[in-house]
Protein backbone atom coordinates (compact mmCIF):
# COMPACT_ATOMS: atom_id res chain seq x y z
CA UNK A 1 0.00 0.00 0.00
CA UNK A 2 2.86 2.49 0.77
CA UNK A 3 4.36 1.48 -2.22
CA UNK A 4 1.33 2.38 -4.23
CA UNK A 5 0.65 5.08 -2.65
CA UNK A 6 4.25 6.97 -3.56
CA UNK A 7 3.73 6.36 -7.16
CA UNK A 8 -0.20 7.89 -6.95
CA UNK A 9 1.45 10.59 -5.42
CA UNK A 10 4.33 10.91 -8.07
CA UNK A 11 7.18 10.34 -5.07
CA UNK A 12 9.07 7.33 -5.83
CA UNK A 13 12.18 8.47 -3.81
CA UNK A 14 13.17 8.67 -0.02
CA UNK A 15 16.52 8.74 1.67
CA UNK A 16 17.63 5.09 3.07
CA UNK A 17 21.01 3.65 4.66
CA UNK A 18 23.84 3.07 3.38
CA UNK A 19 26.75 0.84 4.93
CA UNK A 20 30.21 1.83 4.30
CA UNK A 21 30.94 -1.53 2.31
CA UNK A 22 28.31 -0.07 -0.57
CA UNK A 23 29.94 3.45 -0.41
CA UNK A 24 33.47 2.15 -0.23
CA UNK A 25 32.66 1.08 -3.97
CA UNK A 26 31.35 3.71 -5.87
CA UNK A 27 33.70 5.82 -7.87
CA UNK A 28 32.97 9.16 -9.42
CA UNK A 29 33.94 10.47 -12.96
CA UNK A 30 33.28 13.95 -14.59
CA UNK A 31 33.46 13.48 -18.63
CA UNK A 32 35.28 16.46 -20.25
CA UNK A 33 32.12 17.26 -21.63
CA UNK A 34 30.66 17.86 -18.01
CA UNK A 35 28.26 14.65 -17.85
CA UNK A 36 28.63 12.83 -14.40
CA UNK A 37 29.23 9.16 -14.05
CA UNK A 38 29.38 6.92 -10.70
CA UNK A 39 30.03 3.54 -10.93
CA UNK A 40 29.31 1.06 -8.19
CA UNK A 41 31.07 -2.25 -8.58
CA UNK A 42 29.21 -5.41 -6.40
CA UNK A 43 29.68 -8.90 -6.99
CA UNK A 44 26.70 -10.16 -4.93
CA UNK A 45 24.36 -10.25 -8.21
CA UNK A 46 25.02 -11.30 -11.14
CA UNK A 47 23.81 -8.40 -13.00
CA UNK A 48 24.41 -4.93 -13.99
CA UNK A 49 20.83 -1.79 -13.99
CA UNK A 50 21.75 1.82 -14.98
CA UNK A 51 20.18 5.23 -14.19
CA UNK A 52 20.66 8.15 -16.60
CA UNK A 53 19.12 11.14 -15.18
CA UNK A 54 18.29 14.47 -16.23
CA UNK A 55 17.72 17.76 -14.53
CA UNK A 56 14.09 17.81 -15.82
CA UNK A 57 10.73 17.07 -15.26
CA UNK A 58 7.80 19.04 -13.90
CA UNK A 59 9.93 21.78 -11.85
CA UNK A 60 10.84 22.85 -15.61
CA UNK A 61 7.29 23.02 -17.16
CA UNK A 62 4.58 25.08 -17.24
CA UNK A 63 0.41 25.25 -17.10
CA UNK A 64 0.78 25.29 -21.08
CA UNK A 65 3.39 22.22 -20.94
CA UNK A 66 2.56 20.44 -18.50
CA UNK A 67 3.32 16.42 -18.65
CA UNK A 68 5.80 17.55 -21.88
CA UNK A 69 8.97 15.45 -19.92
CA UNK A 70 6.95 12.28 -19.55
CA UNK A 71 5.64 12.15 -23.11
CA UNK A 72 9.35 12.85 -24.63
CA UNK A 73 10.44 10.45 -22.20
CA UNK A 74 8.03 7.61 -23.34
CA UNK A 75 8.46 8.00 -27.03
CA UNK A 76 12.05 7.89 -26.41
CA UNK A 77 12.08 4.58 -25.63
CA UNK A 78 9.95 3.95 -28.07
CA UNK A 79 12.26 3.52 -31.29
CA UNK A 80 15.64 5.25 -32.32
CA UNK A 81 17.52 6.22 -35.75
CA UNK A 82 18.53 2.55 -35.43
CA UNK A 83 16.20 0.32 -33.71
CA UNK A 84 12.06 0.68 -34.03
CA UNK A 85 10.14 0.14 -31.00
CA UNK A 86 9.99 -3.63 -31.56
CA UNK A 87 13.64 -3.78 -32.40
CA UNK A 88 14.81 -1.72 -29.02
CA UNK A 89 12.47 -4.45 -26.47
CA UNK A 90 13.86 -7.45 -28.64
CA UNK A 91 17.44 -6.05 -28.07
CA UNK A 92 16.74 -5.35 -24.28
CA UNK A 93 15.75 -8.98 -23.79
CA UNK A 94 18.35 -10.50 -25.55
CA UNK A 95 20.51 -9.34 -23.04
CA UNK A 96 17.64 -10.21 -19.62
CA UNK A 97 17.03 -6.95 -19.46
CA UNK A 98 14.53 -3.54 -20.19
CA UNK A 99 15.51 -0.30 -21.13
CA UNK A 100 12.02 2.46 -19.63
CA UNK A 101 11.55 5.85 -19.07
CA UNK A 102 9.51 7.74 -16.68
CA UNK A 103 9.74 11.40 -15.20
CA UNK A 104 8.90 12.97 -11.96
CA UNK A 105 9.18 16.74 -10.55
CA UNK A 106 13.22 17.27 -10.78
CA UNK A 107 14.13 14.22 -12.58
CA UNK A 108 13.31 12.49 -15.38
CA UNK A 109 15.36 8.72 -15.87
CA UNK A 110 16.43 6.46 -19.29
CA UNK A 111 16.38 3.10 -17.01
CA UNK A 112 18.39 0.06 -17.88
CA UNK A 113 18.91 -3.23 -16.27
CA UNK A 114 20.65 -6.58 -18.10
CA UNK A 115 22.53 -10.02 -16.98
CA UNK A 116 25.93 -8.57 -15.83
CA UNK A 117 27.67 -10.32 -19.05
CA UNK A 118 25.78 -7.54 -21.47
CA UNK A 119 27.34 -4.66 -19.38
CA UNK A 120 28.49 -3.08 -22.73
CA UNK A 121 25.20 -3.68 -24.74
CA UNK A 122 22.89 -2.21 -22.23
CA UNK A 123 25.04 1.04 -22.20
CA UNK A 124 25.09 0.68 -25.91
CA UNK A 125 21.28 0.55 -26.24
CA UNK A 126 20.85 3.42 -23.12
CA UNK A 127 22.97 5.59 -25.34
CA UNK A 128 21.23 5.13 -28.65
CA UNK A 129 18.06 5.98 -26.57
CA UNK A 130 19.63 9.14 -25.27
CA UNK A 131 21.56 10.45 -28.47
CA UNK A 132 19.23 9.56 -30.89
CA UNK A 133 15.79 9.10 -30.03
CA UNK A 134 13.41 8.51 -33.48
CA UNK A 135 10.18 10.44 -32.27
CA UNK A 136 8.48 8.75 -35.06
CA UNK A 137 4.92 10.16 -36.04
CA UNK A 138 3.22 6.92 -34.85
CA UNK A 139 4.60 6.71 -31.90
CA UNK A 140 4.38 9.79 -30.65
CA UNK A 141 0.25 9.59 -31.41
CA UNK A 142 0.09 5.82 -29.98
CA UNK A 143 1.93 7.47 -26.54
CA UNK A 144 -0.54 10.39 -27.08
CA UNK A 145 -3.32 7.85 -26.82
CA UNK A 146 -1.75 6.19 -24.00
CA UNK A 147 -1.12 8.95 -22.01
CA UNK A 148 -4.52 10.35 -22.66
CA UNK A 149 -6.19 7.59 -21.16
CA UNK A 150 -4.03 7.20 -18.13
CA UNK A 151 -4.78 10.93 -16.95
CA UNK A 152 -8.60 10.28 -17.35
CA UNK A 153 -7.80 6.97 -15.51
CA UNK A 154 -6.39 8.86 -12.59
CA UNK A 155 -9.40 11.80 -12.81
CA UNK A 156 -11.45 9.15 -11.86
CA UNK A 157 -9.78 7.69 -8.93
CA UNK A 158 -10.72 9.80 -5.97
CA UNK A 159 -7.54 9.40 -3.82
CA UNK A 160 -5.61 10.74 -7.21
CA UNK A 161 -8.25 13.37 -7.74
CA UNK A 162 -8.14 14.71 -4.05
CA UNK A 163 -4.17 14.68 -4.18
CA UNK A 164 -3.73 16.69 -7.59
CA UNK A 165 -6.20 19.23 -6.31
CA UNK A 166 -4.45 19.10 -3.25
CA UNK A 167 -0.86 20.11 -4.59
CA UNK A 168 -2.98 22.78 -6.62
CA UNK A 169 -3.99 24.73 -3.18
CA UNK A 170 -0.49 23.96 -1.88
CA UNK A 171 1.72 25.23 -4.36
CA UNK A 172 -0.21 27.80 -6.35
CA UNK A 173 1.82 28.69 -9.03
CA UNK A 174 5.01 26.49 -8.63
CA UNK A 175 5.45 23.93 -10.96
CA UNK A 176 5.58 21.22 -8.22
CA UNK A 177 1.79 21.91 -8.22
CA UNK A 178 1.52 20.59 -11.95
CA UNK A 179 0.05 17.41 -12.78
CA UNK A 180 3.29 14.80 -13.67
CA UNK A 181 1.58 13.58 -16.64
CA UNK A 182 0.21 16.27 -17.80
CA UNK A 183 -3.77 17.02 -18.09
CA UNK A 184 -5.43 16.03 -21.67
CA UNK A 185 -5.51 19.14 -22.89
CA UNK A 186 -1.80 20.00 -22.50
CA UNK A 187 -0.81 16.56 -24.17
CA UNK A 188 -3.56 16.57 -26.83
CA UNK A 189 -1.38 20.33 -27.91
CA UNK A 190 1.61 19.46 -27.78
CA UNK A 191 3.45 18.81 -31.27
CA UNK A 192 6.05 16.71 -32.48
CA UNK A 193 8.34 19.35 -33.00
CA UNK A 194 7.38 20.17 -29.53
CA UNK A 195 8.58 16.91 -28.16
CA UNK A 196 11.59 17.29 -29.76
CA UNK A 197 12.85 20.81 -28.95
CA UNK A 198 11.72 20.23 -25.55
CA UNK A 199 14.81 16.56 -25.70
CA UNK A 200 17.04 19.22 -26.95
CA UNK A 201 16.93 21.56 -24.51
CA UNK A 202 16.89 18.83 -21.50
CA UNK A 203 19.94 16.84 -23.11
CA UNK A 204 23.28 18.26 -22.33
CA UNK A 205 26.47 16.83 -20.79
CA UNK A 206 26.21 18.73 -17.93
CA UNK A 207 22.92 18.34 -16.82
CA UNK A 208 22.95 14.82 -16.84
CA UNK A 209 24.33 11.76 -14.39
CA UNK A 210 24.47 8.39 -15.24
CA UNK A 211 24.93 6.05 -12.19
CA UNK A 212 26.18 1.97 -13.37
CA UNK A 213 25.85 -0.30 -10.16
CA UNK A 214 26.55 -4.26 -10.68
CA UNK A 215 29.11 -6.91 -11.30
CA UNK A 216 31.30 -4.65 -13.67
CA UNK A 217 34.45 -3.89 -14.59
CA UNK A 218 34.49 0.04 -13.22
CA UNK A 219 37.77 0.73 -15.78
CA UNK A 220 35.98 -0.46 -18.63
CA UNK A 221 32.62 0.92 -17.64
CA UNK A 222 34.12 4.21 -17.15
CA UNK A 223 36.16 4.03 -20.58
CA UNK A 224 33.02 3.12 -22.55
CA UNK A 225 30.87 5.68 -21.51
CA UNK A 226 33.19 8.10 -22.33
CA UNK A 227 33.28 6.26 -25.93
CA UNK A 228 29.10 6.42 -26.01
CA UNK A 229 28.36 9.79 -24.55
CA UNK A 230 31.65 12.39 -24.85
CA UNK A 231 30.32 13.58 -28.05
CA UNK A 232 27.10 15.10 -26.32
CA UNK A 233 27.17 18.96 -25.98
CA UNK A 234 27.67 20.64 -22.70
CA UNK A 235 25.04 23.07 -22.11
CA UNK A 236 24.49 25.63 -19.60
CA UNK A 237 22.86 23.66 -16.18
CA UNK A 238 22.26 26.83 -14.41
CA UNK A 239 18.76 27.16 -14.73
CA UNK A 240 18.08 30.99 -13.94
CA UNK A 241 14.18 30.95 -14.90
CA UNK A 242 12.18 32.54 -12.07
CA UNK A 243 9.47 30.62 -10.40
CA UNK A 244 6.57 31.60 -8.86
CA UNK A 245 6.92 30.85 -4.72
CA UNK A 246 4.72 28.26 -2.99
CA UNK A 247 1.41 30.01 -2.18
CA UNK A 248 -0.76 27.58 0.18
CA UNK A 249 -4.58 28.62 0.03
CA UNK A 250 -3.98 27.74 3.87
CA UNK A 251 -8.26 27.06 3.18
CA UNK A 252 -10.63 23.81 2.97
CA UNK A 253 -11.89 23.15 -0.54
CA UNK A 254 -14.99 20.63 -0.79
CA UNK A 255 -14.96 18.85 -4.40
CA UNK A 256 -18.08 16.07 -5.36
CA UNK A 257 -17.18 13.26 -7.73
CA UNK A 258 -18.56 9.56 -8.29
CA UNK A 259 -17.24 7.49 -5.69
CA UNK A 260 -17.56 4.98 -3.28
CA UNK A 261 -15.46 6.36 -0.12
CA UNK A 262 -14.95 10.11 1.06
CA UNK A 263 -11.19 10.93 1.30
CA UNK A 264 -9.93 13.93 3.13
CA UNK A 265 -6.44 15.11 2.27
CA UNK A 266 -4.91 17.68 4.21
CA UNK A 267 -1.29 19.18 3.39
CA UNK A 268 1.10 21.51 4.61
CA UNK A 269 5.04 22.48 3.12
CA UNK A 270 8.11 21.07 5.07
CA UNK A 271 11.96 21.29 4.66
CA UNK A 272 13.21 20.80 1.93
CA UNK A 273 15.73 17.79 0.79
CA UNK A 274 19.10 18.52 2.73
CA UNK A 275 17.74 21.00 4.77
CA UNK A 276 18.90 21.46 8.74
CA UNK A 277 15.11 20.09 9.74
CA UNK A 278 14.86 17.97 7.14
CA UNK A 279 15.43 14.37 9.25
CA UNK A 280 13.15 15.79 11.84
CA UNK A 281 10.44 16.36 9.47
CA UNK A 282 10.89 12.59 8.48
CA UNK A 283 10.72 11.02 11.76
CA UNK A 284 7.48 13.14 12.54
CA UNK A 285 5.82 12.13 9.01
CA UNK A 286 6.96 8.52 10.40
CA UNK A 287 5.64 8.77 13.94
CA UNK A 288 2.16 10.08 12.36
CA UNK A 289 1.76 7.57 9.99
CA UNK A 290 4.15 4.94 9.92
CA UNK A 291 2.39 1.65 8.80
CA UNK A 292 -0.22 0.02 11.62
CA UNK A 293 2.50 1.64 14.31
CA UNK A 294 1.84 5.41 13.46
CA UNK A 295 -0.39 7.65 15.62
CA UNK A 296 -3.29 8.01 12.70
CA UNK A 297 -3.66 4.72 12.31
CA UNK A 298 -3.61 3.32 15.81
CA UNK A 299 -6.17 6.24 16.44
CA UNK A 300 -8.23 6.29 13.72
CA UNK A 301 -8.73 3.34 12.38
CA UNK A 302 -8.09 0.38 15.51
CA UNK A 303 -9.77 2.89 18.14
CA UNK A 304 -12.20 5.08 16.30
CA UNK A 305 -12.72 2.62 12.95
CA UNK A 306 -13.09 5.35 11.09
CA UNK A 307 -10.63 4.42 7.64
CA UNK A 308 -10.85 2.59 5.05
CA UNK A 309 -7.06 3.54 4.17
CA UNK A 310 -4.95 6.09 5.44
CA UNK A 311 -1.11 7.85 5.84
CA UNK A 312 1.35 10.23 5.85
CA UNK A 313 3.07 11.24 2.32
CA UNK A 314 6.10 13.29 2.33
CA UNK A 315 7.87 14.24 -0.79
CA UNK A 316 11.64 14.73 -1.18
CA UNK A 317 12.02 18.10 -2.98
CA UNK A 318 14.70 20.40 -3.68
CA UNK A 319 12.23 23.04 -3.18
CA UNK A 320 9.37 22.88 -0.44
CA UNK A 321 8.42 19.52 0.48
CA UNK A 322 4.58 18.43 0.71
CA UNK A 323 3.61 16.95 3.56
CA UNK A 324 0.13 15.26 3.01
CA UNK A 325 -1.73 13.41 5.32
CA UNK A 326 -4.75 11.50 4.17
CA UNK A 327 -7.59 9.14 5.16
CA UNK A 328 -10.42 7.78 3.43
CA UNK A 329 -13.97 7.25 5.29
CA UNK A 330 -17.62 6.29 4.82
CA UNK A 331 -19.31 9.97 3.33
CA UNK A 332 -21.10 9.76 6.83
CA UNK A 333 -17.77 9.80 9.18
CA UNK A 334 -15.91 12.86 7.21
CA UNK A 335 -15.99 15.09 10.00
CA UNK A 336 -15.40 13.14 12.39
CA UNK A 337 -12.08 11.21 10.18
CA UNK A 338 -11.51 15.39 9.79
CA UNK A 339 -11.46 15.85 12.81
CA UNK A 340 -9.49 13.02 14.00
CA UNK A 341 -7.00 13.78 11.50
CA UNK A 342 -6.41 17.50 12.70
CA UNK A 343 -6.64 16.45 16.48
CA UNK A 344 -3.72 14.13 15.97
CA UNK A 345 -1.81 16.73 14.31
CA UNK A 346 -2.38 19.03 16.92
CA UNK A 347 -1.56 16.57 19.42
CA UNK A 348 2.20 16.34 17.60
CA UNK A 349 2.63 20.31 17.58
CA UNK A 350 1.82 19.76 21.34
CA UNK A 351 3.37 17.05 22.76
CA UNK A 352 6.56 15.06 21.46
CA UNK A 353 6.48 11.65 20.34
CA UNK A 354 7.11 9.23 23.43
CA UNK A 355 10.78 7.35 23.60
CA UNK A 356 9.22 4.02 21.87
CA UNK A 357 7.19 6.27 19.34
CA UNK A 358 10.77 7.75 18.25
CA UNK A 359 12.54 4.75 17.96
CA UNK A 360 9.92 2.59 15.69
CA UNK A 361 9.86 5.79 13.46
CA UNK A 362 13.56 5.71 12.98
CA UNK A 363 13.43 2.23 12.35
CA UNK A 364 10.61 2.12 10.23
CA UNK A 365 12.79 4.41 8.13
CA UNK A 366 16.15 3.01 8.06
CA UNK A 367 14.48 -0.21 7.97
CA UNK A 368 12.07 -0.13 5.17
CA UNK A 369 13.42 2.36 2.81
CA UNK A 370 16.86 0.17 3.25
CA UNK A 371 14.83 -2.79 1.51
CA UNK A 372 14.01 -0.74 -1.53
CA UNK A 373 17.94 -0.77 -2.28
CA UNK A 374 18.41 -4.91 -2.43
CA UNK A 375 18.27 -4.13 -6.47
CA UNK A 376 21.14 -2.69 -8.73
CA UNK A 377 18.08 -0.99 -10.39
CA UNK A 378 17.44 0.75 -7.24
CA UNK A 379 20.89 1.23 -6.28
CA UNK A 380 21.64 2.85 -9.53
CA UNK A 381 18.43 5.01 -9.16
CA UNK A 382 19.70 6.50 -5.50
CA UNK A 383 23.69 7.14 -6.70
CA UNK A 384 22.03 9.16 -9.58
CA UNK A 385 19.47 11.09 -7.75
CA UNK A 386 20.67 12.47 -5.24
CA UNK A 387 23.82 13.39 -7.46
CA UNK A 388 21.62 14.99 -9.69
CA UNK A 389 19.54 16.49 -7.42
CA UNK A 390 23.05 18.72 -5.74
CA UNK A 391 23.43 16.81 -2.27
CA UNK A 392 25.86 14.50 -3.43
CA UNK A 393 25.47 10.41 -4.08
CA UNK A 394 26.83 9.71 -0.75
CA UNK A 395 23.85 11.74 0.79
CA UNK A 396 21.96 8.16 2.19
CA UNK A 397 24.69 7.43 4.35
CA UNK A 398 24.76 11.10 5.75
CA UNK A 399 20.85 10.91 5.69
CA UNK A 400 21.02 7.17 8.07
CA UNK A 401 23.76 9.21 10.76
CA UNK A 402 20.82 12.53 10.54
CA UNK A 403 18.29 10.48 11.76
CA UNK A 404 19.84 8.53 14.33
CA UNK A 405 20.76 11.99 15.88
CA UNK A 406 17.04 13.23 15.51
CA UNK A 407 15.56 14.00 19.01
CA UNK A 408 11.77 14.29 20.34
CA UNK A 409 12.37 18.01 21.02
CA UNK A 410 13.54 18.40 17.43
CA UNK A 411 10.34 16.66 16.31
CA UNK A 412 8.14 18.68 18.24
CA UNK A 413 9.62 21.61 17.19
CA UNK A 414 9.78 20.49 13.47
CA UNK A 415 5.82 20.02 14.09
CA UNK A 416 5.44 23.80 15.84
CA UNK A 417 7.20 25.17 13.13
CA UNK A 418 5.57 23.50 9.72
CA UNK A 419 2.69 21.86 10.91
CA UNK A 420 0.66 24.80 10.94
CA UNK A 421 -2.04 26.54 8.87
CA UNK A 422 -3.34 23.60 6.84
CA UNK A 423 -4.60 23.54 3.45
CA UNK A 424 -7.58 20.55 2.97
CA UNK A 425 -9.01 18.76 0.07
CA UNK A 426 -12.17 16.72 1.11
CA UNK A 427 -13.88 14.65 -2.10
CA UNK A 428 -17.02 13.40 -1.01
CA UNK A 429 -19.11 11.39 -3.12
CA UNK A 430 -21.83 12.79 -5.53
CA UNK A 431 -25.31 12.72 -4.31
CA UNK A 432 -27.90 10.40 -6.25
Known amino acids: MKRALAVLFGVLAMPVLAGAAE ?19 SRVARTVAASLQVAAGSVSETSETAGITSFVHRVMVRGTARRSATQLAEAAEDIGGSVVGSSDAEHAEIQGRALAQHWDALLTLIADVVTSPAFRDDEVERV ?33 GLPLAGTRDTIAAVSR ?44 ARDSRERASPTPTRQRRVIEQ ?25 VLAAVLGSGTSGRLFRELR ?31 NI ?37 DR ?59
Not at 258 to 282: E, F, I, M, S
Request: no cysteine.
Open 193 to 236: QGLVDHYRRMYRADRVVLAVSGDVPGAQVRKRVERLFGRMERGD
Open 374 to 432: RTNSRQAWYLAFYELIGVGWDFPGRYAKSIEAVTADAVLAAARRYLDGPTTVVLTPTTP
Open 258 to 282: AARQAQVVVGYLTPALGDADYAAGK
Open 144 to 176: RRLMSAEIQSRADRPLASAMDALMRDLYGRHPY
Open 302 to 332: ERQGLAYALGVLNASRRGPAAFVAHIGTEAR
Open 23 to 41: TSAVTRHVLPNGMTVLIRE
Open 335 to 371: RAAEAGMRAEIDRARAEPPTAEELERAKAYILGTLAM
